[in-house]
């Protein structure tokens, strides 16, 4: 069945390090791909999205970059600051019409001082 | 982060009780999903509705129903069905057919 693989599970990393979280998918009609960002005790928050007809896209500290071929997609965060520490997810869009999506695991991301 | 609301923030019932989880947006979004989040298994998808008196279930739909009579609620009833019903339930809409989601706060479910 459809699948969203998310790694790693937990990062940790010292302030204004780069993280890198990784995803692969199994759908290969999947075309849209999600990151969201929940901290402690809130709901999930949109912090970039990126489309199958861009490699790449940049938001400030954060890009995602997708390689259709090998069903990757990857977040990256530059310049981490404390305030990054949360649980990220990835997703993707199913392979049907609609807008429902598949979440990876999540990755809890600690960026310490 | 208004916008898309979930009532009660916590639900405590006895085991072999139905209980019915209130979501409700303003948005004017045509789309309106319910995920089960649990630790470490990410978001998953019970039951999604992309139009009023539509819907589909989702992954783990077994021991759930929903019903989407208003564009603006989509309700979902955890049924004596649902073999491990303590969970944190999360809310989502959005507007047209490849839009961003957006979640509600999320309602706390234990089951005893």
């Not at chain 1, 199958?52 to 259709?68: C, F, H, P, Y």
């Not at chain 2, 279930?57 to 129903?65: L, P, T, V, W």
């Not at chain 2, 009579?69 to 073999?83: C, H, Y």
């Amino acid at each position: 069945g459809e699948n969203v693989e998310q790694h790693p599970s937990t990062l940790s990393v010292q302030e204004g390090d780069s993280a890198v979280i990784k995803c692969t998918y199994s759908d290969s009609a999947s075309n849209y791909f999600p990151w969201y960002k929940q901290e402690l005790g809130k709901r999930p928050q949109l912090i970039i999205d990126i489309r199958s007809n861009v490699g790449e896209k940049k938001d400030q500290r954060i890009a995602v970059t997708l390689n259709k071929t090998a069903k990757h997609f990857s977040l990256h965060i530059t310049e981490t600051q404390p305030e990054d520490s949360a649980v990220y997810f990835c997703a993707a869009s199913r392979n049907q019409a609609g807008t429902a999506l598949i979440f990876g695991k999540g990755t809890t991301l600690s960026v310490s001082s | 982060d208004g916008g898309i609301t979930q009532s009660p923030k916590y639900l405590f019932r006895k085991e072999g009780q139905n209980v019915t989880l209130s979501c409700e947006q303003n948005l004017n979004h045509d789309a309106m999903y319910w995920y089960r989040q649990d630790p470490g298994q990410g978001l998953r998808l019970i039951y999604y509705s992309q139009i009023v008196n539509d819907f589909q279930k989702g992954d783990i739909a077994e021991g759930y129903s929903v019903s989407r009579e208003k564009k603006e609620s989509f309700p979902l009833t955890v049924t004596s069905a649902q073999k491990n019903p303590t969970a944190f339930y999360l809310c989502a809409s959005s507007f047209g057919l490849s839009g961003e989601q957006y979640f509600g706060p999320g309602t706390r479910l234990t089951v005893t």
